[in-house]
């Protein structure tokens, strides 16, 4: 079964420091994207930062960037110089490319940045 | 609007009362979903739309819940009878379908909030 799977609940971070959420899941597809997205205590849900599977290079926006190891089914987010406006629920997802294109979720983890 | 749009924002609904949630996506997704998320809690899938069919509804928690889409657009999730345990928001999101790739970037609305007292 497909799975995305997220270990840590909930993480805090000093301002200006780098975090590092972890994300792993399970497929047998070869080619497929992953996504973060965050959900600010406002509720509206947004991405973040997307990797296309087939692409070694791990992807960077501004301060946030990926380290994929596709062997290891390991999609973790760093962000770097964290700031309070960073402070949310991110979410790792998988949307299976067979199927029923089942959009899966991982349960999330809270951010906390500390002033 | 360019975004995906929800209505009603908030419903405070009695017990055993009807509601209907309704949901726009972007025009041009043709994939919509819709997810259940309780108190800072993660999300529950409940159904997803591929044009107007429903390939995938395994999350509809009970035979009270109940959604449509119809012309491809607009879908509304139906809770008939509500009880105290389906107060929650309720999320939808639409997305293009990439060819061999699954689903593409979900666009999120900003969730119907539903308490049934």
């Known amino acids: 079964a497909q799975t995305v799977t997220q270990s840590q609940p909930e993480m805090s971070v000093q301002e200006a420091e780098t975090v590092t959420l972890s994300c792993t899941y399970d497929t047998s597809e070869s ?4 996504f973060w997205y965050k ?16 692409k070694q290079q791990n992807a960077t926006e501004n301060r946030f960037s990926v380290n994929f190891q596709k ?45 | 609007g360019a975004g995906v749009s929800q209505s009603p924002s ?35 899938f409940l159904i997803y739309f591929q044009g107007n069919s429903a390939p995938d509804k395994s999350g509809l928690p009970s035979d009270r819940f109940s959604a449509e889409r119809t012309g491809g657009s607009v879908s509304t999730l139906t809770i008939q009878r509500t009880q105290q345990e389906d107060s929650a928001v309720y999320l939808c999101a639409s997305s293009l379908v990439l060819t061999g790739k699954g689903t593409g970037e979900l666009f999120f609305g900003e969730g119907s909030r539903l308490t049934v007292l």
Request: glycine share 8%; with cysteine.
């Open chain 2, 10 to 44: 908030n419903k405070v609904t009695e017990k055993g009362k009807d509601v209907e949630l309704r949901c726009d996506p972007i025009s041009g997704h043709t994939a919509l979903y819709w997810y259940r998320q309780s108190l800072g809690q993660g999300l529950e």
């Open chain 1, 71 to 115: 062997a290891a089914k390991s999609f973790s987010l760093k962000i770097s110089d964290s700031q309070l406006g960073d402070a949310a629920m991110y979410f790792c997802a998988y949307p299976s490319t067979s199927g029923t294109y089942k959009y899966i979720f991982g349960t999330g983890t809270r951010l906390k940045v500390l002033a």
């Open chain 1, 31 to 34: 080619d497929y994207y992953l």
């Open chain 1, 39 to 54: 959900q600010p205590p406002s509720r509206q849900m947004i991405l973040v930062i997307r990797q296309e599977a087939y």
